[in-house]
């Protein structure tokens, strides 16, 4: 059974650092492509990066050089460097996993709180 | 950078369908998937390469994309359909999802 698990959440001041982690289970994650979405409060869907099976690493204009997608394959999990982050940052992350042209496959998402 | 349009809010009666559209600059020259999220919990894909359902995904949910439009179709929509829906394109390198449009089964 395909299974995702993120975790490092929670409260950050803003200008901070904090790194997501997302464990996957059922399947190898460096032969998929995965992606990180988010959804902020009240808000909608917002993807944020993927990270292809080939290692190539693409981002959203509102988190490109301030964000860092990564995998450990020994661990089978993904990571999201977060850093310089702000208010707007502020929302549930989730990990999902890429899968013919679909995200088939999500984590329980984990919450940033970016506030001072 | 690329952009998807959704309707805020579509409204539909029990047994009827229901089309949810999602607009974008020559959308249907790129995959587009389909994701239904209910209140307090994740996404689920109900549709990935324009027309194509997972399994386990009633048949009454169903997907088209051409020009610059791609539509979520649902037939006899039923309460629980009732939830968030968002488009999502795909290519090299547009990855964005559409703002989702909330449908009320009323």
């Known amino acids: 059974e395909v299974q995702l698990v993120e975790s490092g959440g929670g409260l950050i001041q803003p200008g901070g650092s904090l790194r997501l982690s997302c464990t996957a289970s059922g399947f190898t994650v460096s032969s998929n492509y995965m992606s990180w979405v988010r959804q902020g409060p009240g808000k909608g869907l917002e993807w944020v990066s993927v990270?292809?099976?080939?290692?190539?690493?693409f981002y959203a204009d509102s988190v490109k050089g301030r964000f860092t997608i990564s995998r450990d394959n020994a661990r089978n999990t993904l990571y999201l460097q977060m850093n310089t982050l702000r208010a707007e940052d502020t929302a549930v992350y989730y990990c999902a996993r890429w899968y013919n042209y679909g995200l088939d496959n999500w984590g329980q998402g984990t919450l940033v709180t970016v506030s001072s | 950078s690329y952009e998807l349009t959704q309707p805020p809010s579509v409204s539909v009666s029990p047994g009827q369908t229901a089309s949810i559209p999602c607009s974008g600059d020559?959308?249907?020259?790129?995959?587009t998937s389909w994701y239904q999220q209910r209140p307090g919990q994740t996404p689920v894909l109900l549709i990935y390469?324009?027309?194509k359902r997972p399994s386990g995904i009633p048949e009454r949910f169903s997907g088209s994309n051409s020009g610059n439009t791609a539509t979520l179709t649902i037939s006899g929509t039923q309460a629980m359909d009732e939830a968030d829906y968002y488009c999502?394109?795909?290519?090299?390198?547009?990855?964005?999802f559409g703002g989702g449009t909330k449908l009320t089964v009323l």
């Open positions: 020559k959308l249907g020259e790129k995959y």
């Open positions: 990270i292809e099976a080939g290692g190539s690493t």
């Open positions: 999502q394109a795909w290519d090299s390198t547009t990855k964005v």
């Open positions: 390469q324009d027309s």
